[in-house]
T-cell receptor
Framework: DAKTTQPPSMDCAEGRAANLPCNHS???????VYWYRQIHSQGPQYIIH???NNETNEMASLIITEDRKSSTLILPHATLRDTAVYYC??????????????FGQGTILTVHP | SQTIHQWPATLVQPVGSPLSLECTVE??????LYWYRQAAGRGLQLLFY??????ISSEVPQNLSASRPQDRQFILSSKKLLLSDSGFYLC??????????FGSGTQLSVL
């Protein structure tokens, strides 16, 4: 699985959009980009994933660059409850990887009033 | 809907004591099951995964073992705990490889 690079921490004002970047310059054509987040003392929560097209769901939007070497997770209207560690993960879909995820250090997002 | 139960939430054990953490999943059949560990200040590390009853794969050599006696039950065990076994243990399940659903975790302190 390709390695990802994320900033260690970011701040965001409540009600504003939070844009979390992720670099994955060695990504392969069959690798997806996944985002999870972990609120303190809880298990990680799946947010969104995508291959090459931009994706949107009820939680967030995922913007993947055309060359797929980087992506941005967007929380359109951040709330205090969005304060968490956000993990960007790149992995192949299916195959025999059985959902094995490699979590790095992630980005600590702090949403302040 | 599917739910995952993991207990206990916190556990304090002396070095050399045994360990048994249990995880059960409801609302789905034949899930893939996982045990992850998160040491203080570090990322999550996959310890074991299982694709069926009695089928266990270990990702890292360690002092722990896992078992899956029933389709939706996953158990993490140790015969003798070490200080280095302290951490936040998470059980997870998935049907597809794309999404994992995690339990609430067990904070284990070995003293």
């Amino acid at each position: 699985d390709a390695k990802t690079t994320q900033p260690p921490s970011m701040d965001c004002a409540e009600g504003r959009a939070a844009n979390l970047p992720c670099n994955h310059s060695t990504i392969s054509g069959n690798e997806y980009v996944y985002w999870y987040r972990q609120i303190h003392s809880q298990g990680p929560q799946y947010i969104i994933h995508g291959l090459k097209n931009n994706e949107t769901n009820e939680m967030a939007s995922l913007i993947i660059t055309e060359d797929r070497k980087s992506s941005t997770l967007i929380l359109p209207h951040a709330t205090l409850r969005d304060t968490a560690v956000y993990y960007c993960i790149v992995r192949r879909a299916g195959g025999t990887s059985y959902g094995k995820l490699t979590f790095g250090q992630g980005t600590i997002l702090t949403v302040h009033p | 809907s599917q739910t995952i139960h993991q207990w206990p939430a916190t556990l304090v054990q002396p070095v050399g004591s045994p360990l048994s953490l249990e995880c059960t999943v409801e609302g789905t059949s034949n899930p893939n099951l996982y045990w992850y560990r998160q040491a203080a200040g570090r990322g999550l590390q996959l310890l074991f995964y299982s694709v069926g009853i009695g089928q266990i794969s270990s990702e890292v050599p360690q002092n722990l073992s896992a078992s899956r006696p029933q389709d939706r039950q996953f158990i993490l065990s140790s015969k003798k705990l070490l200080l280095s076994d302290s951490g936040f243990y998470l059980c997870a399940w998935s049907v597809t490889a794309e999404k994992l659903f995690f339990g609430s975790g067990t904070q284990l302190s070995v003293l």
